[in-house]
Nanobody, 118 residues
Framework: QVRLVESGGGLVQAGGSLRLSCAAS????????MGWYRQAPGKTRELVAA???????NYVDSVTGRFTISRDNAKNTVYLQMNSLQPEDTAVYFC????????????WGQGTQVTVSS
């Protein structure tokens, strides 16, 4: 079992920045992948960014060059630095951790609201 707690969301003007944090209840160094997803009202949840245990990251095209995902294994925390925020980035952002226990199991946080005003 892994508990994930997101923080750092809020209200920001277009062009501003926020940094989201996802703190895990157990060491993350062995987790194959951790990621950030978002869900806007009336839309399906989408992958925003993910990072492997080796540090390789991938991003959805709409955030490439603006968002950066990173992981601090010493703090059991994954971050999402979001710059040049736009109103279309408004959503609830969720953290997901993959744990390998014979098979891959996904754990989710409760989400944090990000609202970008124009």
């Amino acid at each position: 079992q892994v508990r994930l707690v997101e923080s750092g969301g809020g209200l920001v003007q277009a062009g501003g920045s926020l940094r989201l944090s996802c703190a895990a209840s157990r060491p993350i160094f062995s987790m194959p992948s951790m990621g950030w997803y978002r869900q806007a009202p009336g839309k399906t949840r989408e992958l925003v960014a993910a990072i492997t245990s080796g540090g390789s990251a991938n991003y959805v095209d709409s955030v490439t060059g603006r968002f950066t995902i990173s992981r601090d294994n010493a703090k059991n925390t994954v971050y999402l630095q979001m710059n040049s925020l736009q109103p279309e980035d408004t959503a609830v952002y969720f953290c997901k951790a993959q744990v390998l226990v014979g098979k891959l199991i996904d754990y989710w946080g409760q989400g944090t609201q990000v609202t970008v005003s124009s």
